[in-house]
């Protein structure tokens, strides 16, 4: 399995970002999640998302802010992220486990495959 992330960057606070994670060798259903890990904290699981069914869910923290939507067809998980403050910036990863239920798990320990990460920064 390979994930590759995309889209981090820099915006100010308010704005909007939208991730991007390509999968490859993955298998037929599988459940992938994205994380973020700032400099001295536990990596927190934000959102995730199950294949092929596409059920969701998420973290404490975005509140409504980010959404998690998949492109079967092309193995893509993308989070999209609003009303971006401060204490989004992170590392952003995206990660996954073969699935064997129909929900997805946020906690990092369940996933087996990680990506590279992409940075997002918010700031003035």
């Known amino acids: 399995v390979q994930l590759v992330e995309s889209g981090g960057g820099s915006v100010q606070p308010g704005g909007s970002l939208r991730l991007s994670c390509t999968a490859s060798?993955?298998?037929?259903?599988?459940?992938l999640g994205w994380f973020r890990q700032a400099p001295g904290t536990a990596r927190e699981g934000v959102a995730c998302i199950t294949a092929p069914n596409e059920r969701s869910s998420y973290g404490d923290d975005p509140q409504g802010r980010f959404t998690i939507s998949s492109d079967n067809a092309d193995s893509t998980v993308y989070l999209q992220m609003t009303a971006l403050q401060p204490e989004d910036t992170a590392e952003y990863f995206c990660a996954v486990y073969p699935l064997g239920n129909n929900w997805c798990s946020l906690l990092a320990r369940a996933y087996d495959y990680w990506g590279q990460g992409t940075q997002v920064t918010v700031s003035s």
């Open positions: 060798g993955v298998p037929d259903a599988y459940a």
